[in-house]
């Protein structure tokens, strides 16, 4: 695998990757986040189906709505990325693991149908989503069921991943995410294969979790930091300090509305913010590390329930970048060049 890319379908060549979004959700059940109101009629809006009606207070309150955490419709999800592909993309990385329901045969499917390439994950997501047999598994358990994951398929499927990633981690870190990390640093030596992390949800998270992987001989120029517009926001000495490290620093929640009313994110950022801070970070040479995506993960990030979808990017957020003096070379970066680079195996 080493120099090629692994796909759902099966390995390519880093040229036919083309435009990429390198973290996104196209199935999963992130209900392990689901958090019921107490108030009475709030409890009653929790368990509703999305609709006008509620669609503002979901924005606000989006762990509040059971039926907002779950993306499970193959047939929403295929007119989707549809959208994306018409908007000139070629290629997702689906970063939905153990914890959020992971869909093998249900990504093949869309893959086929959209003619798109999908790049499958492995591990685990965060510690909340761990399923209680983890607690008696050993490092090198785990590293043997994430190597089986790329080399031969996910249970019976046959069906490779292609990343190991997202990494959940939480604030402060558990007993079971460390071992995770210590299997997936030990799968990454065994294969090859790119690292994406989920940071817990704290400014000093990304590099505390980075010197962790590297302590335990994870290869941190082939690693992804996810979030780091929510962790990080707009400081740019962190986000400095974590590019110096030599990760993919990865803005991943274009689109996403901003919610001041909301203590759910650390940081809220505009579009508009995202794109300074990424100017700020090709101005200082990071140019290379730098990776932009989504992180489609409610329904109401969907076109279908109201959101941006997978197309903002291809067709909105590049034309910020380009009032904002991004050359069109470092937008090719960005979007395809990097992510090219980053989902080749060692």
């Not at 090198?140 to 959940?168: F, S, Y």
């Amino acid at each position: 695998m080493c120099g090629k890319i692994q796909t759902v379908l099966g390995s390519i060549d880093p040229e036919s990757l083309g435009l990429t979004l390198p973290h996104e959700h196209l199935l999963c059940d992130a209900s392990v986040y689901f958090k019921e109101p107490t108030e009475k009629t709030q409890k009653t809006l929790a368990y509703q189906q999305i609709k006008m009606e509620n669609l503002g207070w979901i924005r606000q309150n989006p762990s509040n709505s059971l039926e907002n955490m779950k993306l499970l419709d193959e047939k929403i999800a295929l007119s989707e990325i549809i959208r994306f592909k018409k908007a000139g993309g070629n290629s997702i990385v689906e970063m939905s693991n153990i914890g959020l329901r992971r869909n093998p045969n249900g990504l093949v499917r869309l893959s086929k149908a959209a003619g798109l390439n999908i790049i499958m994950g492995s591990g685990y997501y965060v510690g909340a989503s761990h399923p209680k047999y983890l607690k008696s598994k050993s490092v090198d358990d785990i590293t043997t069921e994430i190597v089986t994951d790329i080399t031969i398929g996910v249970g019976d499927t046959k069906i490779r991943a292609g990343m190991l990633g997202e990494i959940g981690c939480s604030v402060p870190l558990q007993e079971d995410e460390i071992k995770v990390l210590k299997a997936v640093a030990k799968a990454q030596q065994h294969t090859g294969a790119p690292v994406n992390i989920h940071p817990g949800n704290s400014e000093n998270a990304p590099i505390e979790v980075v010197e962790l992987f590297r302590k335990h001989g994870g290869d941190i120029n082939h690693t992804v930091i996810s979030h780091v517009d929510n962790r990080i926001g707009d400081n740019n000495k962190k986000t400095v300090e974590l590019a110096e490290t030599g990760c993919y620093v990865e803005y991943d929640l274009f689109g996403q509305a901003q919610r001041p009313l909301s203590y759910e994110m650390l940081h809220s950022l505009s579009d508009w913010q995202r794109v300074d801070g990424l100017k700020q970070l090709i101005d200082q040479g990071f140019l290379d590390q730098l990776l932009i995506s989504h992180d489609v993960f409610h329904k109401i990030a969907q076109r279908h329930y109201g959101g941006y979808g997978f197309d903002h990017i291809p067709v909105n957020v590049v034309n910020l970048m380009r009032m904002k003096n991004i050359t069109e070379t470092q937008i090719q970066t960005i979007l395809v060049e990097n992510p090219s680079k980053m989902l080749q195996f060692t």
